[in-house]
């Protein structure tokens, strides 16, 4: 092998010149640079096909949005905070409950009643697992008309499946009303019994398992 004046690298048995610096057209050979490659060969374009012409600044060639797994992309001018696994956010697949069915169903296993207030007979769903209690579509059981109610959440109603129990916990340090369980303030988590009466904002209401230790399904 040989190198020319120029620094091309050539095969001095094949060739009794730099055939690079030639270029005459009969060796096959273009140089490197904006010239191109031999005829036949596309230039080279980013994945989604659209090449960006010489006078496009290194700065402003703007490649696509990166893609998730499930082909969604985000939208540039999402929150970073919505960029998130759920509901609403671009497609992605939301969590399902451990004892939701085939059909898509999560079965009732309790309920929590309204007794007074502007709601007062209503009665809410308790389904397996974690149940959310706040101020908000978001929330398992939302209470939206109550606004003394947190939008990040009050509390947290739990159906444990195995022992069938239903345990009430609060969500310390959101919102700024308190939780009551039966007049005592709910600190820490509290196993529920039939009747029990839950204060939360300016409503009571009372429990009321259907899934229990005589029952389920």
């Known amino acids: 092998m040989k190198q020319c004046p120029k620094g091309h690298i050539y095969d001095e048995k094949r060739n009794s010149e730099c055939p690079y610096c030639r270029n005459d057209g009969s060796s096959g050979f273009q140089p490197i640079g904006h010239m191109g490659a031999p005829s036949g060969f ?19 060639q703007i490649f696509p949005s990166t893609m998730p797994v499930d082909s969604q992309a985000f939208s540039p001018s999402m929150p970073a905070e919505s960029q ?48 959310s209690i706040g101020r908000g579509q978001k929330f398992d059981i939302n209470l939206s008309f109550d606004k003394t109610v947190s939008s990040d959440g009050n509390a947290v109603i739990a159906y444990d499946s195995r022992n069938r129990k239903f345990f009430l916990s609060p969500v310390l340090g959101k919102g700024k009303n308190n939780v009551y369980h039966n007049d005592g303030l709910l600190l820490t988590p509290v196993e529920l019994s039939d009747y029990d009466k839950i204060q939360l904002g300016t409503a009571t209401y009372v429990f009321r398992s259907f899934c229990n230790e005589n029952y389920t399904y």
């Open 42 to 60: 596309p230039a080279t374009v980013p994945v989604d096909g659209q090449a960006f012409p010489p006078t496009v600044p290194v700065d402003e």
């Open 84 to 131: 998130v696994p759920g509901r609403d956010t671009a497609g992605m697949s939301v969590t399902v409950a451990l004892d939701e069915t085939t059909a898509g169903v999560s079965p009732v296993r309790g309920w929590l009643v309204a007794v007074d207030g502007e709601k007062a007979g209503t009665a809410y769903n308790i389904h397996g697992e974690q149940n």
